[in-house]
Nanobody, 122 residues
């Protein structure tokens, strides 16, 4: 069973950047589509970005297009989410998840990390 671990969260000022990492134990990420999701207090879980198993397709929520970039390093068994020009509305717990299909629909994902907090505030 794949176990996912996110890292790279923290406090950042508006306009700043962070890079999240999603690593796995007990499995190889390249066998899965990987998605990044976020959930703010009182809000539903939102699909942020995902990358297909063969890395040929990437998708982004409209709210992050042009600011976030998803990528995969197969040698490191890691998927990244580079986040630039962060805004206060990006504040949330961010999760990575693994699925056999490429989608931003959270309930299609089988394996989840524990989440990492991102707070965008001055």
């Amino acid at each position: 069973q794949v176990q996912l671990v996110e890292s790279g969260g923290g406090l950042v000022q508006p306009g700043g950047s962070l890079r999240l990492s999603c690593t796995a134990s007990g499995g190889t990420l390249e066998h899965y589509a990987i998605g990044w999701f976020r959930q703010a207090p009182g809000k539903e879980r939102e699909g942020v970005s995902c990358i297909s198993r063969n890395d040929l397709r990437t998708y982004y929520a409209d709210s992050v297009k042009g600011r976030f970039t998803i990528s995969r390093d197969k040698a490191k068994n890691t998927v990244y989410l580079q986040m630039n020009n962060l805004k206060p509305e990006d504040t949330a717990v961010y999760y990575c998840a693994a699925s056999k299909i490429t989608t931003l629909v959270w309930y299609e994902y089988d394996y989840w990390g524990q989440g990492t907090q991102i707070t965008v505030s001055s």
